[in-house]
């Protein structure tokens, strides 16, 4: 196993994990977690848009103890964060999605592969973490969607998470300035940069050259990077639409959650379809740049949905308060992409562990701070819009 920093006691923020990625990957690695669409205003938009809403605290209700957990589909989680599917975790730490599994699964909150990973699901489903959600496309070929669904069945994962908004890749700049393509076509100066990153190097000398899109490896479909990119994003289908989730709704009998919701009529069409959850998400960023950010549009959402589903969110969620202010809103709990990649960078397992340790001692600070014992107390009761939306 890869050898983890002994210092993470020392890392007090998710911003100084944030730094300590950066400054362990090359920099076209660092970009590719790290950049969003075009100009990014989107990727922007959905951290600051946070600073819009003010909590009110109200210290004398008494918050002696603070319980941070709360049930969803049944199980019963230590914190309301939870870690959401980014693709090839693998690069940023040698077995990237089964290390980050684990460590999701040892703080007691659910994980989420991604259609994209490095490992297959079943050999995610050998670590037994759980609770654990797969994601899945609707493709062309509609029958390999039936076959990830019927995968993740026989592998045990808890729920299906349709993404909708990948449809169409969005423009990355920072990759495509960097290079970072597949195959990748760097310039001389990037790979002296690498040459830099010697530890990074170190690490990931065994995984490199056999790296793959563990869940596309099919008998004559060839394993590296290359071809399989190119028959997944031919694969996507930007024709889908809600006939395509009825009919998932149809196949999948566990709980089925669609991410990528924006709108709050999408918002209600999905609750009407039978759909068991919605995650507000516009991808981080990186897909529409201009979006609406996730925490403006949670709001309408909450109010649409009106209870009958669980609602979460991601996007730009960096500090315990953000969280706070979301479930204040209405949202039941909120995921995590960019954080758990930069821990992965910096310390493998640990390293993701401890990003979920700052967020729950950050959460329970100001809950305590707000006067709350529960996450059911987090209310609409504490919280004010700062900013005209």
């Known amino acids: 196993m890869a050898q983890a920093p002994t210092n993470l006691q020392q890392i007090y923020s998710i911003k100084k994990m944030r730094e300590l990625a950066r400054r362990a990957l090359p920099k076209p690695v660092f970009d590719f977690a790290d950049g969003a669409a075009e100009d990014e ?3 922007f938009q959905n951290e600051a848009a946070f600073d819009g809403y003010s909590l009110i605290p109200r210290p004398l209700q008494g918050a002696k103890t603070r319980d941070l957990s709360f049930t969803l589909f049944n199980h019963k989680l230590a914190l309301p964060v939870l870690v ?4 090839l975790s693998g690069l940023f730490w040698p077995d990237g999605e089964r290390e980050t599994a684990k460590a999701a699964s040892a703080a007691g909150t659910a994980f989420c592969l991604s259609h994209g990973s490095t490992c297959t699901m079943e050999e995610l489903a050998d670590t037994a973490a759980s609770p654990r959600w797969m994601q899945v496309f609707i493709y062309k070929d509609r029958t390999f969607t039936e076959e990830f669904c019927a995968r993740a069945e026989a592998a045990g994962f808890d729920a299906l998470v349709l993404t909708i908004d990948n449809q169409i890749p969005g423009k990355r700049e920072r990759d495509l300035k960097n290079g970072f393509t597949i195959p990748p076509s760097f310039d001389a100066l990037t790979y002296l940069g690498m040459i830099s990153r010697y530890r990074w190097l170190w690490r990931m000398r065994n995984q490199l050259n056999h790296m793959t899109f563990g869940n596309y490896v099919r008998p004559g479909s060839g394993t ?3 071809t399989l990119a190119a028959q997944m994003g031919d694969m996507l289908d930007p024709g889908m639409n809600w006939e395509d989730v009825k009919w998932l709704r149809k196949i999948w009998k566990r709980p089925l959650l669609i991410k990528g919701i924006l709108h709050p009529d999408d918002a209600r069409k999905a609750v009407d379809l039978g ?5 507000v998400s516009n991808h981080g960023g990186r897909q529409l740049d201009g979006a609406i950010a996730s925490v403006h549009a949670l709001v309408e959402v909450v109010q649409e949905v009106n209870g009958q589903v669980p609602v979460l969110i991601d996007g730009g969620i960096r500090r315990g308060t953000d969280v706070v202010k979301a479930l204040a ?4 709990a909120c995921l995590i992409g960019r954080p758990q990649l ?7 397992q640990a390293g993701v562990r401890r990003v979920l340790d700052i967020y729950a001692r950050e959460i329970d600070m100001a809950m305590g701070l707000c006067g709350v014992s529960t996450i059911e107390d987090l209310t609409d009761q504490l919280i004010t819009s700062t900013t005209r939306l």
């Open 41 to 43: 205003q989107t990727l």
């Open 84 to 87: 959401g599917p980014t693709g």
């Open 224 to 226: 590296d990077l290359s």
């Open 275 to 279: 759909v068991d959850g919605i995650i």
């Open 329 to 332: 809103l209405g949202a039941t």
């Open 342 to 348: 930069w821990g992965v960078s910096v310390a493998g």
